[in-house]
């Protein structure tokens, strides 16, 4: 199993532009995450998805869209890029299930943005 | 103020110390507590979490928890070179009333280095 994997690893764009960054995971899990990790912020949760279909904003949405294309695969949109988007962004996945108290996240290896 | 602190380090300590981490947070609804170890260039990956207050051990690495003090604890005995990386903690209230839609909230991470 790959587990969770991210395209691209590395992206520069210039202020304006737009890109999608893709996420996908092997695990049949029901509940997708995206996160930004900025220097003395911490994770920041972006949007997420608890099953397909749904999604749901989190705690900094703004600039951002999303799409829960199917199960696997979740995809984060960034229609007009700006520098304050700069971050590395991690999807993450996990398993909720009836009757269990705790479930894991997942997270895939990171896509690291620049935005001149 | 920050729901979660912790102290963002560096902390550099030599290889067989025990190495203590802490976080601090300020709602007290929180009740499972996670940490979860990032390598440079990759995705956190979880180590060990508690539920409510009470130690945690697994091999080398054990979880404290003190709710009165809102106050949680990673310690990391007998420490190795391969244990440098960033810690973060990481809270939330519940799995089961937020089934799968659980917000973890991430404190900002100790970069930890183990000198050979």
């Known amino acids: 199993n790959a587990g969770v994997t991210q395209t691209p690893k590395f992206q520069v764009l210039k202020t304006g532009q737009s890109m999608t960054l893709q996420c996908a995971q092997d695990m049949n899990h029901n509940s997708m995450y995206w996160y930004r990790q900025d220097p003395g912020m911490g994770l920041r949760l972006i949007y997420y998805?608890?099953?397909?279909?749904?999604?749901d904003k989190g705690e900094v949405p703004n600039g951002y869209n999303v799409s829960r294309l199917n199960k696997r695969e979740f995809s984060l949109r960034l229609e007009s890029a700006a520098p304050s988007q700069t971050s590395v962004y991690f999807c993450a996945s996990s398993d909720p299930r009836a009757g269990r108290t705790f479930y894991e996240q997942y997270f895939g290896p990171g896509t690291r943005l620049t935005v001149t | 103020q920050k729901e979660v602190e912790q102290d963002p380090g560096p902390l550099s300590v030599p290889e067989g110390a025990i190495v203590s981490l802490n976080c601090t947070y300020s709602?007290?609804?929180?009740?499972?507590f996670m940490w979860y170890r990032q390598y440079s260039r990759k995705g956190p990956e979880l180590l060990m979490y508690?539920?409510?207050?009470g130690n945690k051990e697994d091999g080398r690495f054990t979880a404290q928890v003190d709710k009165s003090s809102k106050y949680i604890s990673l310690f990391i005995r007998d420490s190795q070179p391969s244990d440098s990386a960033t810690y973060l903690c990481?809270?939330?209230?519940?799995?089961?009333?937020?089934?799968?839609?659980?917000?973890?909230?991430f404190g900002t991470g100790t970069r930890l280095t183990i000198i050979p």
């Open positions: 990481a809270m939330t209230q519940s799995f089961i009333s937020n089934f799968g839609n659980e917000k973890l909230t």
């Open positions: 998805s608890a099953s397909e279909g749904t999604t």
């Open positions: 709602n007290s609804a929180f009740q499972y």
């Open positions: 508690t539920y409510s207050s």
